[in-house]
């Protein structure tokens, strides 16, 4: 069973628009999440955080939500520019499991231009 | 420099065959970490090491073999090569301020 869900395997967004991102996650053990942004050919690279005690955080124009009790987090992106065209993968990680990144599965964002 | 390199960046390799991965990183980072990324399954962990004495599975660890050769060393081996070890791999350090990741190794194993 996956512990970490991107339900959506894409998203498609005009620019200028606000991209949301969302993730799922089943282990209440967790205490911090992250995304990363992956283009291809190249590795995932971090895009922002948010640690367990804090229900939002922000970063220009990328903000990550996080709802515990619905054990949902979201990336809203605004406003989207083609650029922001990539994989982006929610994570997570407990203290207890070592800090090692369950990753989700990937969404896939095109920003059209 | 890149911070974790990865060789080869693409393999070819037939059913059966041993094939090494290797990873070395200038990070300083103790944490290593070896991961496949599938379509639909994202980045699953297969081995981890959190200094050059510690070695543990990870959720795929089955027909996989790794090596800490040194602090900036990490390899993955397949012994015995299958079709369904066609992935892309990547290795990746952390420590506390985060994981930094190679560009992976996309190996295809017919």
């Known amino acids: 069973d996956q512990q970490v869900k991107q339900n959506s395997p894409s998203l498609s967004v005009q620019e200028g628009r606000i991209s949301i991102l969302n993730c799922d996650y089943t282990?209440?053990?967790?205490?911090?999440f992250l995304w990363y942004k992956k283009y291809p050919a190249e590795g995932p690279t971090f895009l922002i955080s948010i640690s367990s005690i804090k229900d939002k955080n922000e970063d220009g124009r990328f903000t990550v939500f996080l709802n515990k009790s619905a054990k949902h987090l979201s990336l809203h992106i605004v406003p989207s520019q083609p650029g922001d065209s990539a994989v982006y993968f929610c994570?997570?990680?407990?203290?207890?499991?070592?800090?090692?990144?369950?990753f989700g599965a990937g969404t896939i964002l095109r920003v059209k231009s | 420099d890149a911070d974790v390199t990865q060789t080869p960046r693409n393999r070819i390799t037939k059913t059966g065959k041993r094939i090494m991965l290797e990873c070395s990183q200038t990070k300083g980072h103790d944490r290593m970490y070896w991961y496949r990324q599938d379509p639909g399954l994202g980045l699953r962990l297969i081995y981890y090491?959190?200094?050059?004495?510690?070695?543990n599975k990870g959720e795929i660890s089955d027909g996989y073999s790794v090596s800490r050769q040194a602090q900036a060393k990490f390899s993955l081996s397949l012994e015995s090569a299958i079709p369904n070890q066609t992935a892309l791999y990547f290795c990746a350090t952390s420590d506390m301020t985060g994981y930094t990741f190679g560009s992976g190794t996309r190996l295809t194993v017919v």
């Open positions: 090491s959190f200094d050059v004495k510690d070695i």
């Open positions: 994570a997570a990680s407990a203290r207890e499991y070592g800090n090692k990144l369950v």
């Open positions: 282990n209440s053990m967790f205490d911090y």
